[in-house]
T-cell receptor, first 113, second 114 residues
Framework: AQSVTQLDSQVPVFEEAPVELRCNYS??????LFWYVQYPNQGLQLLLK??????LVKGINGFEAEFNKSQTSFHLRKPSVHISDTAEYFC???????????FGGGTRLMVKP | DTEVTQTPKHLVMGMTNKKSLKCEQHMGHRAMYWYKQKAKKPPELMFVYSYEKLSINESVPSRFSPECPNSSLLNLHLHALQPEDSALYLCASSQMASTGYGYTFGSGTRLTVV
């Protein structure tokens, strides 16, 4: 079985400040890790993914994430946020078979002017 | 074409109605999924189709009936729904052999049951 925990349900931050959204996972086998963003009344858009190799993964819109196997974490970071980054962010884990994508509870990023 | 297209975008139906949600992709993906998302909650898996065959049913009530007519289409037939079934229904697809591409999601159908 696999599970994902997003430690913060809401993260308020001022524009141009750095932000980190935390994600921890548990699984008995190796997994693939993803971050998705959901803007209001829209579907989910893939931000970035970790499959193997380099533990630092760069994605779209200036986001990056670091895979830490010993801490079973996959935290998402951005050095300087914009108002347009206000959205819901979901961390997700996928099993090796690729047919079971499990989401964390989500973190609402609120960027204030 | 790198999109998953869902229709309709919005649907209001009564508890005695029969309706269908449609999902289409032309990326050659051989796995397709239905997710249900309630407000302020993460998406929850309902069904998984792999090579047009139902491979996972997450104990979904029978008033939801999926159908995969071919490798590009996925339908969700709705009948005798309850108000608590109101939610955003998301379709997704992925390449089965490799998960490296992740899932591609549609923009969803917002369903309201009255």
């Amino acid at each position: 079985a696999q599970s994902v925990t997003q430690l913060d349900s809401q993260v308020p931050v001022f524009e141009e400040a750095p932000v980190e959204l935390r994600c921890n996972y548990s699984s008995s086998v190796s997994v693939y890790l993803f971050w998705y963003v959901q803007y209001p009344n829209q579907g989910l858009q893939l931000l970035l993914k970790y499959l193997s190799g380099s533990t630092l993964v760069k994605g779209i819109n200036g986001f990056e994430a670091e895979f830490n196997k010993s801490q079973t974490s996959f935290h998402l970071r951005k050095p300087s946020v914009h108002i347009s980054d206000t959205a819901e962010y979901f961390c997700a884990v996928c099993n090796n078979a690729g047919n079971m994508l499990t989401f964390g509870g989500g973190t609402r990023l609120m960027v204030k002017p | 074409d790198t999109e998953v297209t869902q229709t309709p975008k919005h649907l209001v139906m009564g508890m005695t109605n029969k309706k269908s949600l449609k999902c289409e992709q032309h990326m050659g993906h051989r796995a397709m999924y239905w997710y249900k998302q309630k407000a302020k909650k993460p998406p929850e898996l309902m069904f998984v189709y792999s090579y047009e065959k139902l491979s996972i049913n997450e104990s979904v009530p029978s008033r939801f009936s999926p159908e995969c007519p071919n490798s590009s289409l996925l339908n969700l037939h709705l009948h005798a729904l309850q108000p608590e079934d109101s939610a955003l229904y998301l379709c997704a697809s992925s390449q089965m052999a490799s998960t490296g591409y992740g899932y591609t999601f549609g923009s969803g159908t917002r369903l309201t049951v009255v």
